[in-house]
């Protein structure tokens, strides 16, 4: 007896104990695959950075590919507790966030980096308070630019484009696709693989970064560039979860929120962006919209902005004067990352 209890005690200290117990458990929902950057660089590193900064007293496990549910409803669920942090395309709930839209339309800035620092300072100000006043938002991104993905069909002009059956992130892209002749199928990103494999639809809108992540190229042999939009991302937690912590601990996720790690998402899908393009490239057909198409496109492209701005005005919501906000903040997020 006095051999196990020896054996026993010689167990526990190889084992060890934690130096204190974990106080605070939560979870943390995405999209996408366990193997992507995000799941990897941008959430686990997160999770291990709360970690260190609570002494080990906040644990975060992360749920990827919509284990805890669909990306449509990532919002929702933080938003009633289904789980603690979401990170989702608020595009996926359409009409929620329409002033946060507007960092989707076309030609605001050139990377996903300036892109999320802009939304960020524009969050930051208070801009869009009314539209998350549910959860307790951590940050805001954006990706980087979205392009055209085809297949068995090239698409050069806007005769070629119109009547094709054209995957949207959001109803602001819709438009965009309604505006140069397409019919914009409305869908998240991790449902392109199949609906293109199906024939449900003809082409799918994505930044080089996630037709990698998702293996869209697998189901896609043409590249259109041109620089579509780019999405809104918020990483954000049940507000009654938040407001329970203690200060210090609330202190610990304040020191992880806001425009160090927006910038932090918005480098990695840059670097994505990068790694997308060069797993495609040599193997598919690649498009450029040039000379007097090119002005077609865009003639197009504005009228989108021009018309998404009206419906916000005429709501009574500030989106003029919004946009020219993220013009100023992109201006100065330009010259602060310049770097």
Known sequence: MRRAAAGLALIGLALGAPAKATEVDM?????????????????????????????????????????LGKAPAGYDNAKTGVVDIAWTVQGYTAGRFPLSHIVELPGLFETAEIGSCALQKLYDSGALDAEYGETHVLFVHTHGLGHLHTRGRAVTTLADLKGLKIRRPTAVIGKLLGELGAEPVGMSAPRIYESMQRGTIDGYMLQ??????????????????????????????????????????????????????????????????????????????????????????????????????????????????TYGKVKAYVAECQSELKG
Not at 41 to 62: H, Y
Not at 213 to 224: K, P, Q
Not at 301 to 309: N, V
Request: with cysteine.
């Open 27 to 67: 979870n943390l929902a995405h999209f996408m695959p366990p193997t992507s950057w995000q799941h990897q660089e941008l959430f686990a590193v997160w999770a291990e950075t709360v970690a260190e900064q609570s002494g080990e007293r906040i644990n975060v496990t992360i749920f990827p590919a919509q284990t």
């Open 208 to 321: 080089w970064e996630a037709v990698k992540g998702f293996r869209a190229y697998e189901v896609s042999d043409h590249h259109t560039e041109f620089g579509f939009y780019a999405l809104a991302f918020v990483m954000t937690m049940n507000k009654a979860h938040y407001e329970a912590l203690p200060a210090d601990l609330k202190k610990v996720i304040d020191d992880n929120s806001g425009l160090d790690w927006a910038i932090r998402a918005g480098q990695g899908f840059g670097k994505g962006d990068v790694a997308g393009l060069a797993a495609t490239r040599g193997i598919d057909a690649f498009h450029q919209i040039a000379g007097s198409e090119r002005g077609a496109w865009e003639a197009a492209a504005t009228r989108t902005t021009a018309a998404c701005l009206k419906k916000l005005d005429d709501r009574d919501l500030p989106g003029t004067e």
